[in-house]
């Protein structure tokens, strides 16, 4: 299948990176992780993720703990899964680094303002950075999902740059159309949505229509 670069930063909502590799692992898709210095910090607080500092290990925490995931949820049980790859922000000879190294794309969930004003200005200081910006300059999807509130003038600047550039801007902001009766469910649609950025569509009787309000 595919193959996706995955940023976490340190903005809250690590819960909907968590349902994004899930959804992405179990429809055996590969993924190529990085976290943030704050992303690790904001991941354990809202998460518990207990990540090991090892590269390899933390590849393989990752790969058990999303099976565990699947295996749990009666929807994604049995399936085929990717592979996941953890990568050191700071690991900045990795593979994502090179635009040589293909990719289908790159999400960053949720995106700090800080990674943003990163990415906007080519800065290029970290793993997580450069991947972005290989994203651009080899004109492949990339998808922000900003989580920041209220944002100022800066902020706004920087997500118009993203966006004056290709960049897909997708702020974290549930529906209620389809009414959820759980957080779950709202970040579930929320993943459903983000998916659709990069040209992964799947089915589902929570998209639109005008039955979805009667």
Known sequence: MGLYVIGITGASGTIYAK???????CMNHDIDLIISRAGLIVA????????????VQASVYFRDLFHDLARKDKRLAGRKMGRINYYHDDHIAAPPASGSYLSDGMIIVPCSMGAASGVASARSATLLERAADVALKEHRRLVIIPRESPMNAIHLRNLLTLAQLGVHVVPACPSFYQHPRSLDDMVGYFTLRTLDQVGIHQESDQRWSPSTIT
């Not at 349902?19 to 692992?25: A, D, N, Y």
């Not at 354990?44 to 590269?55: D, K, M």
């Open 19 to 25: 349902s994004l590799l899930l959804e992405l692992l």
């Open 44 to 55: 354990n607080e809202e998460l518990g993720w207990q990540i090991p500092e090892n590269e």
